[in-house]
């Protein structure tokens, strides 16, 4: 933050994060859409939402209940794949200034890709209410959404939901592109994970979920081997 800019204030949490809000509420309409075409009820679709509140886990899980993928198995591959945030809500905690300790579970909830990087690309601590706003107001606009999404995604130009289904990969991609910038070790890590999945799914003949669960946990100790200690 420069002298002339505005105090971090729950009002400059609402700005900074505008378009954090554009984004989620465009794709989770996607998942309200997919949710409802998956069988879910809006209740259920909702609820995916409300309190697992990642879009990548979010999309993942609806794959995986349409391939009939069972509900363990779903579980480890969502439990991998949101294990990032772990670390993520303790920086998160060290950077936004609060010595209430009930404050710090809900400020770690609303941790995702986009607001850990608002709050950490702001110089010095955080105050809570600036961090609030900058959670709050993209989980309702993901909520949003997603009733959008399942009530009327069905009126839509067939065109238009086709595109809005291929949100996953974006997603997926989107996720993954600023780390394989980073040099060959992060390529080579997630195009082995890839081929591992790829050949699980030809020939192992195990099941779609735990295929996953097997080429995330591979993936994991390539790159622990590969990826240098100060770029983890």
Do not use: H
């Not at 679709?45 to 779903?74: D, E, H, K, R, W």
């Not at 480890?76 to 300790?101: C, D, E, H, P, W």
């Not at 909830?109 to 105050?127: H, I, M, R, Y």
Request: glycine share 8%; aromatic share 12%.
């Amino acid at each position: 933050m420069t002298p002339d800019s505005p105090p971090l204030s729950f009002s400059r949490g609402f700005r900074d994060s505008s378009p954090v809000i554009l984004g989620y509420f465009s794709a989770s309409i996607a998942f309200g859409l997919l949710a409802r075409n998956t069988g879910l009820n809006v209740v259920e679709s909702l609820a995916f939402s409300f309190i697992v509140y990642t879009g990548a886990a979010q999309f993942m899980a609806l794959n995986l209940i349409a391939a009939g993928v069972s509900g363990p198995q779903i579980l480890i591959a969502n439990f991998l794949l949101n294990l990032r945030y772990l670390f993520m809500s303790a920086a998160v905690a060290r950077k936004v200034q609060t010595g209430r300790y009930f404050q710090r579970p809900l400020l770690a909830f609303g941790v995702t890709d986009e607001t850990f990087a608002l709050t950490v690309s702001q110089k010095g601590n955080v105050p809570p209410r600036y961090q609030a706003a900058v959670e709050l107001f993209p989980w309702l606009a993901w909520n949003l959404g997603t009733l959008c999404g399942w009530f009327f995604g069905e009126i839509l130009p067939e065109s238009l939901s086709a595109a809005m289904v291929s949100s996953l990969y974006g997603l997926f991609i989107a996720l993954l592109l600023p780390d394989l910038k980073k040099g060959w070790p992060w390529i080579i890590t997630a195009a082995a994970a890839a081929l591992i999945n790829t050949a699980l799914e030809t020939f192992s003949g195990l099941g779609t979920g735990w295929n996953i669960v097997i080429a995330m946990l591979s993936g994991t100790i390539i790159g622990m081997a590969l990826i240098p200690r100060e770029e983890k």
